[in-house]
């Protein structure tokens, strides 16, 4: 069975790797994920924060935020939060590179066009075979408009473009007004593929102590149906690539990822579950569902599902909502 595919501009030979994690930072680690079948590796971030506190030799570029205080930048992490800081991380895509054959991809986060990018660079030069760009950004200031957040994205995805020949992915999150014509732009900018999607984790408070608690729950295979219906929307409708993060668990998830039109599945929460291993059984789950149905490739599979032959993807989206909601019944 063929579940060869081709993301990035990288030929792989199928679709299952892992998302931006730490389980980059530990080396063996890193092997146990190539000799579990791991397709490509995606490191975990470079924070543009991380980035401007060297460059700046403070704790946050103060340019960065508007009306910033003391009490402000406190909630940021320090430097020793961090596994690794800028240099570190380029050493470590260059040791990564030097000990498995499989590709890597390394991961810049940031929300403006600023200094910072030259990272991308220096990325590219310690032999990154692409860059992933996760625009992660809470769009809490009231006085700026949709359109400006969105501009802001577009610009900092085109200071890339031109500053590096890698292969870019965009991860993007589903909070924006219009994430299909927000893709159409990136896609005109030539992004080599879309992530669809990055998670926003969600802090909790502590009633006693009066104070911010940050938590991380790790995804389930129900995180995926956003997801799906974004991949299903989208797919057809852009040159770029699409892949999938979040909410992959079983091989069942990941082929409706595929169908879906999908060319990349990253997976996270289930190998840190697991264990690298879990990868294997995924590629082989998918490979046994697809010959019991007599596919010949994984190609054949690729969009099954999506919207493309669908002449208007609202309305079915519509009829849809009202068929579930039709359908519920009170027990």
Request: glycine fraction near 6%.
């Amino acid at each position: 069975m063929d579940l060869s595919t081709t993301y990035l501009g990288l030929n792989l030979p199928h679709p299952i790797m892992t998302g931006a994690s730490p389980m980059v930072d530990h080396l063996d680690l890193v092997k146990r994920l190539e000799d579990a079948g791991a397709a490509a590796i995606t490191m975990h971030s470079l924070f543009e924060e991380q980035i401007t506190r060297e460059q700046q030799g403070m704790v946050y570029h103060m340019e960065l935020i508007n009306n910033s205080n003391a009490e402000a930048l406190a909630y940021f992490p320090q430097a020793e939060d961090f596994r690794l800081g800028p240099h570190q991380y380029l050493e470590q895509i260059r040791v990564i590179k030097q000990a498995v054959r499989i590709p890597v991809i390394a991961s810049l986060n940031g929300t403006t066009a600023e200094g910072w990018l030259e990272y991308a660079t220096l990325i590219e030069q310690a032999g990154a075979n692409a860059l992933e760009l996760n625009v992660y950004h809470v769009a809490a200031d009231s006085t700026e408009p949709g359109a400006a957040v969105e501009r802001r994205v577009l610009d900092v995805v085109r200071a890339i473009k031109a500053a590096v020949k890698l292969p870019v992915a965009v991860k993007l999150s589903p909070f924006y007004s219009s994430v299909s014509y927000l893709a159409s732009q990136l896609d005109a900018l030539g992004v080599d593929a879309l992530v669809l999607f990055n998670r926003f984790y969600q802090p909790d408070f502590d009633m006693n102590a009066l104070d911010v608690v940050s938590s991380l729950h790790l995804s389930t295979s129900q995180d995926l149906l956003l997801r799906l219906r974004w991949l299903a929307i989208l797919f057809g409708r852009t040159k770029a690539g699409l892949a999938i993060t979040g909410g992959v668990h079983t091989s069942e998830d990941a082929l409706k990822a595929v169908m879906a039109g999908a060319c990349g599945v990253q997976v996270v929460s289930s190998v840190l579950q697991q264990g690298p291993e879990h990868i294997k059984t995924l590629v082989d789950g998918m490979r046994t569902w697809l010959e019991e149905h007599e596919y010949h490739s994984l190609k054949q599979a690729v969009g099954s599902l999506s919207l493309e032959r669908s002449a208007s993807p609202a309305a079915f989206e519509r009829a849809n909502y009202m068929k579930v909601l039709a359908a519920y019944r009170m027990s």
